[in-house]
Structure formats: C-alpha cells, structure tokens
C-alpha cells in the first residue's frame, strides 16, 4: 500500500485566552514539523478569521528552538481567538462549503482547533461535514480553558496556571488585609471567573496554609446563592475578626436562577453562543454588605488577569499543554478526526499523567462542574479532596525570559496589525 505523501496543517485557536495556549500551539507545531509536513499554517481568529481568508504560514513565525520556547512562555492567544458558534450543517450548508473549499485551496490534511466546550463543537460539526462530504481531511481538539469543565478529561491545560495566580493573588490580599485597622471592620469580596463551575473559585483554598488562613468563605456556581445565609454568615464572622475575604464566582446565582450580578439589573454583552458576560458580582455584593454591616468593603475582580499571568505559571501545566499540542498533532497524523486529546491522571502523589483520545461528540456542548462531594455541606468552602486534586496542577515554575527587568514574549514586527 502506497502512503499517501504528507502536505500540511492548520491550527486555530478559540475562547478565553489562557497562560499555556501557546504552549500548545508550540507543541502542534513543532510535532507537525517533525513528523515531515510541508507547512503549518495558523488561522487568525480561528475559523471565523479562516473564512475570511486570515491565516499565517506559521515558519515565519517560529524560526528557532528560542521562538518556541518564547512562545511557550508568552500569555493570550498568539494568533487571535474568536468566539464564533458554527450553525447546524443543514441550517447553512454554504459556509462549511466556504471553509472546505478554503482547505482543500490550502492542502491541508489536519485541522487541529485549540479551545473549550464551544470550540469542540466546532470539531464536533466539521468532522461530521467531512463524513457527509467524503472529504479526509482529520480534525482533533486540543483542550483548552481556565474553567476547567470539560468532560472526560482529568482537567484542562490553563487551569493549573490560573489556579496557581488565584491562589497566590488571594494570598496576598488576606495578607494586606492584615495591615490596614478599620474602626467597624472589612469585607473583601474576590471575583473569580466561572459561570457555571467553580473549579477557579475553590482554588482560592490554596492560599490556605501555616502561614495563612486562606479565604473566610468561597461561593461556588455549583451551590445555589442565599443571600440571607450569607449575610448571616457575614455578620458572625465580623463579630470575631477586622479583616474578611470572600471569594465568589462571577457566575453564583441565586435558588431561582438569577445570577447575582443580574441583581443590580445592569445590561451586559451576550456571545455568539447566548453566553452573557458576567461582571459586578462581587461589586454588588459590596454594597449589600456596607448597607446591611456598616464596614467597609472592597470589591476585587481578578478578569483577565487570571487567565494572563504567564509569569506566575505552573511548569507542571505549561509543560502538559506542550505535550496535550503534540498528541492532537499526533492523533491526526495516524488517522483520527472527530476527537480530542483528553489527560488522563495515573496518581495523586507522585503526580503522574498521561493522554488518551476521545470522541468529541461525547464532550462537545457538555460541563464538568465541581462534584457535590468536594464542596462542604453548607456550600461554603471546599473539602480536602478538590484540594488533593488541584495542588499537583499548580507545581514548579516556568521562569520568564527577561529583557531590561520585563517578561519578553514572541514578538514579529507588525504582526499585531493583522490580528
């Protein structure tokens, strides 16, 4: 049997940005190049930006083993992201058209999409659109997000570095709490991202240690809000200490479904994928809280520095995205589409894992939320096993590469005009 001769790849990136998305990007590369295909092109705004004709021949981009490695270390999507939600192939058939043909125009053989739930969709819908068509061109997923709820995988690349900055930031705030003496006392209430998980909520227990009490309370999706309860809470613990934390995810809502920060009745974007965007949680919660206690308040949103802070990233993480890059890569190049590499954890201590892959169809468009049995009875904290089960993503250090006192990041000289 005569193989057929390797021409080239495609990879897009989509969703929230993240610390170790490059890292992956790093990974299909250079796993493309090694196993001999042409060119590596990269679509900019992933395939919203592929349909407008946007991509990039990846060579001129990555010309060196220190390119990689800057690209490693180098925050946010490189190529740009998009949050464009494909429709149903018999709703629009031109526009899977309009990409194949943009495809088969570039010989591609693999398409691999970096990203969350919504971009597996998008794998999920154009590798069915491929069967339909007979086309064999292969597309694989290679996960991605802070928010770490995607199913069948152990956890996501991005969340270990995210976690680690959010436990690290709260930290700190407990600690400058300590200095300022307030004659009524304080509540500070810390705004994480997840609309309907709290993995990065609960990683705000990781401040807890000798040194450090860790957060008062934190309020996960997963739990409905009570806003009695936790003014009842509020108050008791202003009764036996100056200076509170809270932490509390963007997207709590309340028993009957509202999201807090709906309270306030404030208008906010809403996404391709009906996704509202979520903020002023914590803000309003504030505002109750000086009405109801007296004290003074602060209200914190970490945005997007969570999910940005590369100089705070965790090796264990930037080192499992690289890895998570070049198994997608490999996944496609031995045959398989309609799939997405998934970690697989063989052990706690010592950390060790491992990739698989999985059918998409079985991912796309579902949420892993944190497990009820993770989180203490009354809904106010985290127990020790999401604890267990965090801490090993977090580990190690992936040291910047500074010039003049700064992080340096992959750089090309106008590349920042395309995007």
């Known amino acids: 049997m005569v193989q057929k001769k390797k021409r080239n790849v495609i990879v897009g990136q989509s969703g929230g940005p993240t610390a170790a998305i490059n890292s992956s990007l790093a990974g299909v590369y250079r796993t493309a190049i090694d196993r001999g295909y042409k060119k590596v092109y990269g679509m900019i705004h992933g395939v919203q930006g592929l349909m407008e004709g946007r991509y990039v021949d990846l060579s001129d981009h990555i010309q060196s083993g220190l390119d990689i490695e800057l690209l490693k270390r180098t925050p946010s999507a490189y190529l740009g992201s998009c949050r464009y939600k494909l429709p149903e192939i018999f709703e629009s058939k031109e526009i899977y058209e309009k990409i194949f043909e943009i495809l088969v125009k570039l010989e591609i053989d693999c398409f691999i999409y970096i990203g969350g739930n919504d971009s597996m969709d998008t794998i999920k819908k154009l590798s069915d659109y491929a069967i339909i068509t007979g086309s064999d061109i292969r597309f694989v997923g290679c996960p991605k997000t802070i928010d770490n709820d ?126 509202k965007q979520l903020t002023g949680t914590a803000r309003y919660l504030c505002n109750v809280v000086s009405t109801e206690c007296g004290c003074k308040t602060r209200a914190i949103e970490l945005s997007t520095l969570q999910r940005a802070a590369s100089h705070c990233a965790s090796r264990v993480d930037i080192l499992e995205a690289y890895e998570v890059g070049g198994a997608a ?13 998934v970690i697989e954890r ?18 796309a468009n579902d949420e892993r939320v944190v497990p009820r049995e993770w989180i203490s009875k009354d809904g106010t904290y985290v127990t020790n096993e999401f604890i267990t089960y965090v801490r090993p993503l977090i580990q190690g250090d992936v040291g910047p590469i500074m010039v003049d006192g700064i992080p340096r990041h992959l750089y090309r000289p106008g590349f920042q005009d395309i995007l």
């Open 346 to 363: 063989l052990s706690d201590d010592p950390y060790q894992a491992g990739t698989e892959v999985k059918d998409v169809h079985k991912i």
């Open 329 to 341: 890569m490999k996944s496609a190049d031995e045959g398989d589409s309609g799939k997405m590499v």
């Open 150 to 275: 995607l199913a069948l995988t152990d956890h996501t690349p991005g969340y270990g570095s995210a976690a680690k900055y959010i436990g690290t930031s709260v930290k700190e705030i407990i600690r400058d709490s300590w200095s300022l003496e307030t004659s009524h006392g304080q509540v500070i209430i810390v705004e994480v991202m997840g609309r309907n998980a709290g993995w990065l909520t609960g990683a705000t227990a990781l401040a807890k240690g000798e040194d450090c009490d860790g957060p008062d309370a934190i309020y996960m999706p997963e739990i409905p809000f009570d806003m009695d309860a936790f003014l009842k809470k509020i108050k008791a613990l202003l009764k036996t200490k100056a200076s509170i934390v809270v932490a509390v995810s963007e997207g709590i809502r309340t028993k009957d479904g509202k999201y807090v920060s709906d309270l306030d009745n404030s208008v906010e974007y809403v996404d391709a994928f009906g996704h």
